[in-house]
């Protein structure tokens, strides 16, 4: 686990510095699965285990124990918190009481666990009134001694973001989050002070297979899971958007429309049903924004009237030409090296992308040899 500092370095990148753990620690990652146990008892005995010791490291070394006093339980859902809390209160507040002098343990000289008396559970969810959620984050930012302070606040994802307390250390997730995102925005409310690493253990089901996917590839995911972040969606109707989408959706509704025109070879035939074209524009400015409709259609009309242009002179020669086979082809993919070469120039807009997650190439990259050379593939 690495810290990034807004440092220079000939090493790094231009923004940023990576700094070892053994220099300023961050977070440690845990997980924790356990075969034909359900979660509810994995999550019992966790944080049960946790705040056992966190008291017991406050007796020994006083305020250096603080980030770990408080545990926040991160949920998917509320229906997950709201089980949790009922344990919290009855079981885990009981089993803390005497833990410390019961819990079993080899070497009976070693004390790693002390007793605890648990206070009432701090809840951050939407369920929770603003002024409720204040004072709350309020109480969070005073230290806990184990009398005073904050034992357990348990949190769905309002906490991903607006949750900056630096002391906080220790966080508790149940079950692994739907998205890459949240899971690293939700974890990183720990362990935001350089000077207190924090600990994210995360419970896991082996009983679901995606639980059970995150606890085998554990080691590999965290070590690059910024990979995982999944990209934002694009913004409907946006002049980008349609540059990428619209040919392609265009295509798709005048062969649903007319069977005539569903056929591979038949994509010279727009010409011979001018029906079409109206059912098509019409079709897909009527989805459209109010505002945006005059536009939309203006931009329907131009690549109708491209499409009987390119039609018109691929088939000149009576060569094969057809909707997205062979080598004359109405449809490219975006990033198609054929594109630039294509005539006449509106057949560069007929281009049909395998998603709309990606609309753009993301960055342009000119490779340099040592001393500044280009270097090419034949290179």
């Not at 070693?110 to 603003?130: H, I, K, W």
């Not at 080598?327 to 993919?333: C, I, N, P, V």
């Not at 594109?339 to 998603?355: K, Q």
Request: aromatic share 6%; with cysteine; proline share 7%.
């Amino acid at each position: 686990s690495c810290r990034w500092e807004p440092r220079g370095g000939k090493s790094h990148s231009f923004f940023a510095k990576t700094v070892p753990a053994p220099e300023s620690p961050a977070r440690l990652y845990v997980g924790l699965a356990a075969q034909g146990k359900g979660p509810k008892l994995v999550f019992l005995r966790a944080l049960v285990t946790l705040l056992a010791a966190g008291m017991q490291e406050q007796q020994e070394v006083g305020a250096t124990a603080d980030p770990y006093m408080t545990a926040v339980c991160y949920f998917n859902a509320l229906r997950e918190l709201g089980g949790a809390r009922r344990i919290v209160e009855d079981e885990v507040k009981a089993r803390l009481t005497d833990y410390g002098v019961k819990r079993r343990r080899v070497d009976p000289v070693d004390q790693p666990f002390a007793d605890r008396s648990l206070g009432e559970p701090l809840e951050l969810t939407s369920r929770v009134s603003t002024d409720q959620v204040a004072k709350a984050k309020a109480q969070l930012e005073q230290a806990c001694d184990g009398i005073k302070g904050v034992d357990v606040a348990l949190a769905t994802n309002m906490i991903s973001v607006g949750l900056d307390i630096t002391r906080l250390g220790l966080m508790l997730v149940q079950g692994q989050p739907k998205a890459a995102a949240e899971y690293i925005q939700a974890t990183s409310r720990v362990g935001r002070d350089k000077d207190k690493p924090g600990l994210v253990l995360a419970v896991l089901n082996v009983h679901k297979p995606r639980d059970r996917m995150h606890y085998e590839q554990f080691r590999h995911f965290h070590a690059c899971f910024y990979r995982a972040v999944e990209p934002t969606s694009v913004t409907p109707w946006a002049a980008r958007a349609l540059d990428r989408a619209l040919a392609a959706v265009v295509v798709a509704i005048a062969r649903h429309l007319n069977p005539a025109l569903t056929r591979e070879a038949a994509v010279r035939a727009l010409g011979d049903h001018p029906g079409v074209r109206q059912q098509v524009r019409d079709t897909i400015t009527r989805r459209a924004p109010t505002k945006d409709r005059a536009a939309v259609g203006t931009a329907v009309d131009r690549l109708l009237d491209g499409w009987m242009l390119v039609a018109e002179q691929q088939t000149s020669g009576n060569d094969p030409f057809s909707y997205a086979k062979g080598a004359q082809r109405l449809l490219h993919d975006p990033l198609d090296p054929a594109l630039p070469n294509l005539m006449p120039p509106i057949h560069r807009d007929f281009t049909a992308g395998r998603s709309m997650r990606d609309v753009e190439a993301t960055v342009l990259l000119k490779v340099r040899g040592p001393h500044g050379e280009p270097v090419g593939a034949g290179s």
